[in-house]
């Protein structure tokens, strides 16, 4: 009965590959957020999902690409991975007095 | 200039005391809310608590409760009775906006550290 939940949990690739990270919420929520939190445990946001419109893209690359098949999945795709995009990626859903994160994906590009 | 600000990047404290952790933020938008985050080091984001800009009261969730002061724009946690599982980062974060889709950004976080 998890809330919200990723997968995978670790992902190990080369640069230039192509990876997809899949998300799935069953607490009914509108609302779905991808983000991006670096080495130093900075947390930004990268995007966000309002009942499978895009609400929210931040200054993202167009190598990352987001899909919402129904309110209750948010995938990301990674085209031509880089080294700086090693990273742990969160996604989230939220109701209005909360926002809740699934366990998050440790993506290493090598 | 950044929207939230923790100036505490790392504290220690000893077992059963209070904590309090710092946050300011920045806003001119009259509807916003605030929140608060733990993050043990097996990386899990857990949710602690929330204020909205409107509340009259203080939100308090168990051991934690946030002291808001509104015209200082101060949203400071504070854990009563600290436990060693309580060790973990801390992050503040704000929504500027009345809509649960409006963005939400993050301070740089508290590392905590509770000692036996």
């Known amino acids: 009965d998890t809330a919200v939940s990723q997968t995978p949990k670790y992902l190990v690739t080369q640069m230039g590959n192509d990876k997809s990270i899949k998300c799935e919420q069953n607490?009914?929520?509108?609302?779905m957020y991808w983000y991006k939190q670096d080495s130093k445990k900075f947390l930004k946001i990268m995007f966000s999902?309002?009942?499978?419109?895009?609400?929210i893209n931040e200054t993202v690359p167009n190598r990352f690409s987001p899909k919402s098949p129904d309110k209750a999945h948010l995938n990301l795709h990674i085209n031509s991975l880089e080294l700086g995009d090693s990273a742990v990626y969160f996604c989230?859903?939220?109701?209005?007095?909360?926002?809740?994160f699934g366990p998050g994906t440790r993506l290493t590009v090598l | 200039a950044q929207k939230i600000t923790q100036t505490q990047p790392g504290m220690f404290v000893q077992e059963k005391e209070a904590v309090t952790l710092d946050c300011t933020y920045d806003?001119?938008?009259?509807?916003?809310?605030l929140f608060w985050y733990k993050q043990p080091s097996s990386g899990e984001m857990i949710f602690l608590i929330y204020?909205?800009?409107?509340?009259?009261q203080n939100a308090t969730e168990g051991r934690y409760s946030l002291n808001f002061q509104k015209a200082r724009k101060s949203a400071n946690l504070v854990i009563s009775a600290s436990q060693l599982g309580d060790s973990a980062m801390y992050f503040c974060?704000?929504?500027?906006?009345?809509?649960?889709?409006?963005?939400?950004?993050f301070g740089k976080g508290t590392r905590l550290h509770i000692l036996p």
């Open positions: 806003t001119s938008d009259p509807s916003y809310g």
């Open positions: 204020q909205g800009s409107y509340d009259q």
């Open positions: 607490l009914g929520h509108d609302t």
């Open positions: 989230a859903s939220s109701r209005d007095r909360g926002q809740f």
């Open positions: 974060a704000m929504r500027e906006g009345p809509r649960r889709d409006d963005k939400i950004i």
């Open positions: 999902y309002n009942n499978k419109e895009l609400i």
